[in-house]
């Protein structure tokens, strides 16, 4: 634990079965304009907009419906949002969906009462948070990317064509509340299912390789992956397997709510690309991630080879003897590469929409930041070739 | 997570050694009138009284001293402490100590506006939590209980003999902030280095120690105790060995912040038995859990095979080949009192101060609420006599 740090996360976890039972006792705690935040017309499809409806309307709210929140959540919804904020002096956010949602609320939160355009107020100029933040509750319908437990909110400015992650302060902008039932989840496709696993994979890899010394966090990913790999494996043969689905609700959750993560040097590159993947063919996250990873884990291996070794250890039991850590090493990568072929994920770019011109767009416009090691475009777009 | 679950934790978690820099900033979000709480003078001797106070100066704060808290800390010090609060309409008590000081707070700020005797209105009636409780910071000088990030608050009423836990609700009682630099641990003695190393394993195994679903939880206490084990040895070898006591220090905290066990069944009978033990002759927690960890264990482990197999295996990489689940069940117990015997704590109650007129007693007064089994008090005695 070499590196100082400061941690705070207070959201209030409702989970399981009966999570949905607690919304009454939260809405109590705020005023009465609610701007109630969805995407599709799934969550009317499966009953859970009639019951957040019907709690709304016992509890005497004013209801502003947002709708129409996509994947890869547009910036010009974040403004759509912020003008209905204000124009209804809407006293709480109710979020109800999956990152994507969620990340577009935090936005809305923060923005609605910005002085300036908020997006050249957080993005470009990293001005201090505003004072007036609208609090922010959630019912989450999907699990992947802990935006019910944490600050995070990335957005996709179409009209730059960059989709960029943004660091609210925790103890501001993680959701006051979050609802967590994972039966809720049994409604995604598959597809979107393996995504998620997928997505909360990364990110405990993302926050995994970086730094040599023996920290707690890193033996507390090593939990959350252990236990996201059998939960993932259960789900796969049964998704309506409720302890399955629990376990990698909680595990997603836990992956990214940052309290795994405290005093570690992090590795978010796979992420960066990821993201001007999707700002380029819209792919799912998780999806997208996967086809990366391998590759881009390929390149770096030679850079942080103790932590690769451990990693195809602890997680993928590669026994060491009579090898070398090379071996080792990349005996782990590949096993990787099997959990996400048995996870039924594409493995190359060109099945997610990407087409060869994009290819040099995307290394170019992609953040560097690395970790064991930074690639430049050069080499990022090596990695994208080699999963094209 | 088969368990529905509520689960907030506000505490905000300065940690490092630059970790007492935050300590202005926080004070200055309270009034002026602090109570300041230790132990005995160790505080003077190492400097983190001078450092503490020279923040409460700065800060302009009016500063009353409450010292004398000792392990095992009493509800008289806690009827001593509510009197101060009210006498100087305290805004914030300043817990600088371990857990005994800091436990000793939370009574006080939870006690010091109760209309009746606190005891009598929480530990025996189990009244709701009165409006007016005073925040509570901490400066954490000593690692073991984790009360720098929960809202448990353990007291011995001398009068009654009686050294019981309360539970105070998780976002009402959890400090406001706690300070952890690992360097503060360093003046510790070794006897307690390894006393409150061994708390935190128990807390872990207490956990650990209950249910039979496939739990993320799981996976994380596991991770939790292999980054323990692994700093206690390193700790072992340095005491100063800053890596090792920083790691020891967030394990210990993660140990019972209570995010490791959510939707978990569990097991607090070692506690239990140990606080009677406490009662009695006063020996340091963790040593007194240590020795009766080994005996209930043996008892316990039938009525719950699959775990303490898994315990064996994942913990202390007991091979299975060839054995019988009983085999293997029993080599993780005698893992563990090998680790025991690795920290150098004492294996039996007559060198902790017992007398074998003191065991009946104990037994009869223990608390048992059990985990995979409920021991009975002819039980309790059995385990008792086997390590006197």
Redo the contacts between chains.
Sequence with gaps: ???????????????????MS?LSEELRLYGDNVLLVYGRNAIKQNGIYDQVMQALTVAGKRVVELSGVKSNPTYAKVLEGCKLVREHDIDLILAVGGGSVIDCCKSISAGAYCPIDPWKYYWEQHQPLVARVVPLGVVLTMSGTASEMNSGSVITNEEKKIKAGYHYPM?KLCPKFSILN?EFTYSVSRYQMVSGIFDVFSHLMEQYFGGD????????????M???I??AR?ALKDPYD??AR??I???AT?GLNK?LA??KQEDWEVHQIEHQLGAYTDCAHGVGLAIVSIPYYKHIYPYGLHRFVRFAKHIWQVNPEGKSDEQVALEGIEALSGFIRELGIPQRLREVGATEEMLPLIAESANKIGGYHVPDTAEVLEILRECY
């Design positions: 634990m070499n590196k100082d740090f400061t941690f705070q996360n207070p959201t209030r976890i409702h989970f399981g079965r009966s999570a607690h103890d994972p010394d023996d920290c707690v966090s890193d033996y507390l990913l090593e939990g959350d252990l236990a996201l059998s939960a259960a409720y302890e629990s376990n609700m909680w595990a836990m309290i405290v005093s």
